[in-house]
């Protein structure tokens, strides 16, 4: 029993530790966005009072309040699309940039085609693949997918490209396959470049 307590304080602790750090770090933009809240509010209410012009935050509060429902039905949809999208996608791209970098013919063949297509701006993309696909999950959560590709397939290549010749020496001198190198070597030093094209993805999936 008294290892119990001991194990719940030593957890409510931690977490209030945490939480303090937390506050602390980042403080000046929980205030940011309190001013900003604050003079929204009071620029709508008091200036402009007008909602149908610039609606204030308490108004907008009000209004999700009473389409309470459609608001959980279209953000369990958004979510969805933009969950299922972005695995697709990320995974995707974590593949084609491993084959790429690894595949001299393929290197060739698709780069300059995946950088022609990255380059249309996904404004132009999204009618598209309305009229191609129509108005439903599949085509959204492929558009999702479109989006999230394109950062970490090139940090994935980026990544397998930038391995220190130290490593291939070293796989090398174990006698190594090309296999044991890719996945014990290259996958690992591409690693942080994969995870950093994942988060630029995260923010693509959502916009």
């Known amino acids: 029993?008294?290892?119990?307590?001991?194990?719940?304080?030593?957890?409510?602790?931690?977490?209030?530790?945490?939480?303090?750090?937390?506050?602390?770090?980042?403080?000046?933009?929980?205030?940011?966005?309190?001013c900003i809240g604050?003079?929204?509010?009071?620029?709508?209410?008091?200036?402009?009072?007008?909602?149908?012009?610039?609606?204030?935050?308490?108004?907008?509060?009000?209004?999700?309040?009473?389409?309470?429902?459609?608001v959980i039905e279209a953000f369990y949809a958004t979510t969805i699309e933009t969950t299922t999208g972005f695995i697709f996608g990320t995974t995707i791209g974590f593949i084609t940039?491993?084959?790429?970098?690894?595949s001299y013919i393929m290197r060739r063949s698709m780069l300059p085609w995946i950088i022609f297509v990255y380059t249309v701006p996904a404004a132009i993309?999204?009618?598209?693949?309305?009229?191609?696909f129509g108005i439903n999950l599949f085509?959204?959560?492929?558009?999702?997918?479109?989006?999230?590709f394109y950062p970490v397939f090139i940090?994935?290549?980026?990544?397998?490209?930038?391995?220190?010749?130290e490593y291939?020496?070293?796989?090398e001198i174990s006698d190594a396959s090309r296999w044991q190198i890719t996945r014990h070597i290259k996958l690992w030093e591409a690693l942080p470049h994969t995870l950093s094209g994942v988060k630029v993805g995260v923010q693509q999936s959502v916009v």
Do not use: C
């Open 1 to 34: 029993m008294g290892v119990e307590s001991s194990r719940s304080r030593n957890f409510f602790r931690s977490t209030s530790d945490l939480l303090k750090k937390w506050l602390r770090d980042n403080i000046r933009v929980i205030l940011i966005v309190v």
């Open 38 to 70: 604050i003079l929204w509010q009071a620029y709508a209410q008091f200036i402009i009072a007008d909602n149908n012009y610039f609606p204030s935050l308490w108004y907008v509060f009000q209004q999700v309040l009473a389409a309470q429902d459609t």
């Open 97 to 102: 940039g491993v084959l790429v970098s690894e």
């Open 125 to 132: 993309i999204a009618p598209l693949f309305l009229v191609w």
């Open 139 to 148: 085509a959204v959560a492929l558009f999702v997918s479109l989006l999230s």
């Open 155 to 165: 940090s994935t290549l980026t990544g397998f490209q930038s391995v220190s010749e």
């Open 168 to 171: 291939y020496h070293l796989g």
